[in-house]
């Protein structure tokens, strides 16, 4: 989950940190001079995570049939 912190924690005075986790999952940080910037970057942040995709798998489809779609698809690679 994001959270924004104050600079002094991380080194850096007078300025606003939104630490976050991408994608991923890599952890990352944005500096900004500004808590209202931050604040917007969070908001971001935050839209962003709840917007997942769904599977492009049916999930009750069964071994067989998702090997038999997995050899097309690698088929054309």
């Given at each position: 989950?994001?959270?924004?912190?104050?600079?002094?924690?991380?080194?850096r005075p007078e300025k606003w940190i939104v630490d976050y986790r991408d994608q991923t999952g890599t952890r990352r940080w944005k500096t900004f001079n500004t808590k209202r910037e931050?604040?917007?970057?969070h908001a971001e942040r935050v839209r962003e995570r709840g917007n997942k995709l769904s599977p492009t798998?049916?999930?009750?489809?069964t071994l067989a049939e998702y090997?038999?779609?997995?050899?097309?698809?690698?088929?054309?690679?």
């Open positions: 989950m994001a959270k924004i912190i104050k600079g002094e924690k991380r080194g931050a604040e917007d970057f798998v049916n999930r009750n489809v090997a038999e779609t997995w050899l097309k698809t690698i088929a054309w690679a």
